[in-house]
């Protein structure tokens, strides 16, 4: 994924991450926070969702915004 489709992507997620509630942005942040194990549950949950939504690989963009899409369609946790 070249650099604009990356800092688009991301921007999408911050938006869309920031209309959900508190437990849909806790569990992005268990999701892709904890960096494969390395950071723990308690610094992954402490982090800033656009914190997280930077530092995740931009492998894991494309999956991410699916999941959040398919979240927002649902209407998200309640």
């Known amino acids: 994924m070249n650099n604009q489709l990356q800092d688009f992507a991301r921007s999408q997620l911050k938006a869309n991450l920031a209309t959900?509630?508190?437990?849909?942005?806790?569990?992005f942040k268990?999701?892709?926070?904890?960096?494969?194990?390395?950071r723990s549950v308690a610094d992954a949950e402490?982090?800033?969702?656009?914190?997280v939504v930077d530092a995740?690989?931009?492998?894991?963009l494309d999956w991410a915004m699916t999941q959040v899409s398919n979240t927002l369609?649902?209407?998200g946790s309640k």
């Open 56 to 60: 995740m690989p931009a492998a894991q």
């Open 73 to 75: 369609t649902k209407g």
């Open 46 to 51: 402490a982090m800033e969702i656009d914190d």
């Open 30 to 38: 268990l999701l892709y926070g904890r960096d494969n194990g390395r």
């Open 20 to 27: 959900l509630p508190e437990s849909n942005q806790r569990l």
